[in-house]
């Protein structure tokens, strides 16, 4: 049985244009050669919340940075958020609880199978803010619904085994 690998979020920088993206590192603490850096925005990141949130149906979930409306390009306020965001992930990562969240792992797996140091598909912000808005948002979608079909077929199972539940690691 392989172990199961840590990861960690680092927050690089913020560069303002017509939205914020944030460049992002993801960590293994394992594995070394496993280091990704992608982008993305506040919202896409708000909805990987909202996945996991709803995945992990615990009143113990860790809180999102809140959305502000007005001043949301200040200087101090995009250093404060950068700051909560790695702490949220980091928390999410780092927890016994909730590091398991099948949309979690997937969404780690893609971006290392997308973003790896051999074929970087990485964009550099700081030159180009084309980064399609919805990359993350789709492979989000794509996970929900994936996670949507295993819950069908483990009600089937349920089913079918007279109520017992059969867990895989």
């Not at 506040?42 to 919340?49: C, D, I, M, Q």
């Not at 803010?129 to 919805?134: G, H, L």
């Not at 996670?147 to 089913?159: T, Y």
């Amino acid at each position: 049985m392989e172990k199961t690998k840590n990861y960690r979020l680092k927050f690089i920088k913020y560069v303002k244009g017509e939205h914020v993206e944030y460049k992002i590192k993801l960590i293994c603490m394992e594995d070394s050669k496993i280091n990704v850096e992608f982008s993305d925005r506040y919202s896409n990141l708000k909805y990987l919340h909202e996945t996991f949130k709803k995945e992990a149906n615990s009143i113990n979930f860790p809180k999102f940075p809140p959305k502000k409306y007005f001043g949301n390009t200040d200087e101090k306020f995009l250093n404060q958020r950068q700051t909560a965001l790695e702490h949220y992930f980091n928390t999410i990562l780092g927890s016994k609880e909730f590091s398991n969240i099948v949309s979690l792992r997937k969404w780690v797996e893609s971006l290392i199978k997308k973003y790896d140091k051999n074929g970087s598909q990485e964009k550099d912000i700081s030159q180009d803010n084309s980064i399609d808005k919805n990359d993350v948002k789709d492979e989000t979608k794509k996970i929900l619904h994936s996670n949507q079909s295993d819950d069908r077929k483990n009600k089937q199972s349920f089913s079918q085994n007279n109520g017992n539940y059969f867990y895989l690691h």
